[in-house]
């Protein structure tokens, strides 16, 4: 009869211990939010999660990347702008320099302002510039590559200008002569040009950025919700499970406490399964 209550006890000491490591790994679950806290409860969808996992931290940081971007592009637009601004502004004395109804003495000092212009094509080229990176005055790196999603291959690749009075041809112009204020119009003006299909080209590559930006959150959003339905739990089905598993754990207390002095209760309770 001993040996009989022994075994009993024993038993009911192992249910009642595996019922406690039950609902406190229910409750580490609900705790932490997830069914899948090691890849013991699910090998399979565990290994499944922790690539989306790697997917989504990936794509967080690509849509980062095409902003910084998108804003590295809009400081090199906003450079070329004002570099315009300020051709446009030489372009205009050249063309009261063209007039004969002012005098030399008139163009000597429309001719000084012209040259400060150039000047300040060239302060603000070198001015241009984002993160310390030089972007057109040609003094940095002009193939630039953004990665942009979450894969090996989800880059895509630009070419700064080189933006400098050199590079526009603007150089060495001048405005002291009627002669020379009508050969720097046309110069002026093929400047003026170029720096348009430029910035076209600019716009064009942000609008891209953007798209690229997109999609990868989509992506990204795709891989959450994925995730989501693999490793979180349905509180509702927690929470009857925490219940179902605080009765048991008050039942088995009960049945552990009477296991010394009699042994009939804890039998059925084991039989009954709780």
């Known amino acids: 009869m001993r040996i009989r209550d022994s075994f009993t006890s024993m038993a009911v000491t192992r249910h009642f211990d595996d019922i406690r490591s039950k609902s406190a790994y229910t409750q580490r679950q609900m705790g932490a939010g997830e069914t899948l806290i090691t890849a013991k409860d699910d090998t399979a969808n565990f290994s499944i999660s922790q690539r989306l996992r790697a997917q989504i931290e990936s794509s967080q940081r690509a849509v980062k990347n095409a902003q910084d971007g998108i804003t590295l592009m809009q400081e090199a637009d906003g450079g070329i702008q004002s570099i315009v601004d300020n051709l446009q502004k030489a372009r205009s004395l050249a063309i009261y320099s063209a007039s004969d109804a002012i005098t030399d003495s008139d163009r000597a000092t429309v001719n000084k302002e012209f040259q400060m212009y150039i000047d300040e094509i060239n302060r603000q080229s070198q001015a241009t510039n ?21 894969n090996e291959a989800d880059s895509i690749s630009f070419n700064l200008p080189t933006v400098t009075a050199d590079s526009l041809g603007i150089t060495g112009t001048s405005v002291a002569t009627r002669e020379d204020a009508e050969n720097a119009l046309s110069i002026f003006d093929t400047a003026v040009l170029r720096l348009g299909v430029t910035r076209s080209d600019i716009g064009a590559f942000v609008n891209r950025l953007e798209n690229a930006q997109g999609y990868t959150q989509i992506q990204n959003n795709n891989n959450s919700a994925a995730n989501s339905k693999i490793k979180d739990i349905d509180i509702a089905e927690g929470s009857i499970a925490m219940a179902k598993e605080k009765i048991q754990y008050e039942a088995a207390s009960v049945a552990l406490s009477k296991s010394s002095s009699g042994n009939s209760a804890a039998a059925a309770l084991l039989q009954l399964g709780i």
């Open 130 to 150: 984002y993160n310390g990176k030089q972007l057109i005055d040609g003094t940095g790196e002009q193939s630039l590559k953004f990665h942009v999603g979450a």
